[in-house]
């Protein structure tokens, strides 16, 4: 039997203040990696349920608010020590750089996409609708004008007036299924009412094709509750990667400032070398997902009605549908769809 709410929210609490002990101050996404994704599997909370331990303790007064500009650091309630005013400062400095790279496309939006691009081609199992990323002569990463495809078979991809489409747009050979990847390089954990992961059902439902989101970390209540029950594939990346091009932008102090452990504390940052594809990637691109498409495809196109409804009619695609209507909407189309959030196993959500 697992947890209940409230007793993962108590470990949460304990696992903050054991960390402001050590660390001194921390923000929400330094807590994560050190909480959320390390430790013990059965000591792992998840970063939604954590929120709600960083919320108790200050409603405790159990830790303070040191800042909320440009981030909401916290610090326990000894802080105030020597030494702890000058580590506030350079912890602000190293997530402002760490800031500053993950901005820039060509240092980190774009490099997912070249890592699963590079796994497709070597898969030789897809034709590819448009092209990835590819390289400058200098070794810079670019997407040409029309690398993302707006149609397929004569239909509309949703939002295609902007002229954003999915970041690859594929056949598998063997079935000539379609299928659509939304790779996010970002650091936040997706959950199941994310307006990401609607943007690609709506995508998906309007050109059919099935959805296979990409991202750092997958919550287990959108992989095997969501994801489950109306076939999206999910693949997490486990690390978050950029270019090496990063190395000088930041006058060759990205690792020691944001990677080390001791400092702004990213150790699954990973900075692969060119051309060089993770097996994992290898394995999901080649492996499970053709292994997988096409029943998923056609749990997917089976629900394509309800989830056309709601990521498009009741707008769940849109960043402007704000908590806590997102969440009151995803609820309403769970009972639809018939199916309630899985319980987060004692073992860990990577599990």
């Not at 059965?42 to 909320?68: H, S």
């Not at 959950?191 to 059919?208: D, H, K, M």
């Not at 690792?255 to 990973?270: H, N, W």
Request: aromatic content about 12%.
């Amino acid at each position: 039997m697992g947890r209940t709410k409230g007793q993962w929210i108590d470990l949460g609490k304990k696992r903050i203040l054991s960390i402001l002990e050590q660390y001194r101050i921390s923000y929400s996404k330094h807590l994560e990696i050190k909480i959320s994704e390390a430790g013990p599997y059965n000591q792992r909370v998840e970063p939604v349920l954590l929120n709600d331990a960083l919320a108790a303790l200050q409603l405790e007064k159990g830790i303070q608010v040191l800042t909320t500009s440009p981030i909401k650091i916290f610090g326990d309630l000894n802080y105030g020590r020597p030494g702890d005013p000058a580590r506030f400062k350079a912890f602000q400095d190293w997530y402002n750089l760490y800031l500053q790279c993950s901005q820039h496309e060509h240092l980190c939006g774009l490099m997912l996409e070249r890592l699963i691009y590079q796994a497709v081609l070597h898969s030789g199992k897809y034709h590819v609708l448009g092209t990835g990323p590819l390289y400058t002569d200098d070794g810079t990463l670019f997407k040409p004008k029309g690398a993302e495809q707006l149609f397929l078979s004569g239909k509309a991809i949703y939002g295609a007036d902007s002229g954003n489409g999915l970041d690859l747009l594929l056949i598998h050979k063997e079935t000539n299924i379609p299928i659509g990847i939304e790779a996010k390089n970002i650091r936040e954990w997706q959950y199941p009412a994310s307006s990401n992961i609607w943007r690609l059902i709506a995508r998906a439902c309007t050109l059919e094709c099935l959805p296979v989101f990409a991202a750092r970390k997958i919550s287990y209540l959108s992989r095997a509750g969501l994801f489950h029950h109306v076939g999206i594939m999910g693949f997490e990346t486990q690390f978050q990667y950029f270019h090496p091009k990063v190395k000088a932008f930041s006058k060759y102090r990205f690792e020691e400032r944001v990677i080390d452990k001791t400092r702004l504390g990213f150790a699954d940052i990973k900075i692969p070398k060119r051309d060089e594809t993770p097996n994992h990637f290898n394995q999901f691109i080649g492996k499970i997902l053709p292994d997988n498409v096409e029943e998923y495809y056609s749990r997917f196109m089976h629900y394509l009605p309800l989830l056309k409804k709601y990521a498009i009619d009741h707008q769940l695609a849109e960043d402007k549908v704000k908590y806590p209507l997102r969440l009151k909407l995803y609820q309403q189309f769970q009972e639809e769809a018939g199916f309630t959030d899985p319980n987060i196993p004692d073992e860990g959500a990577d599990n």
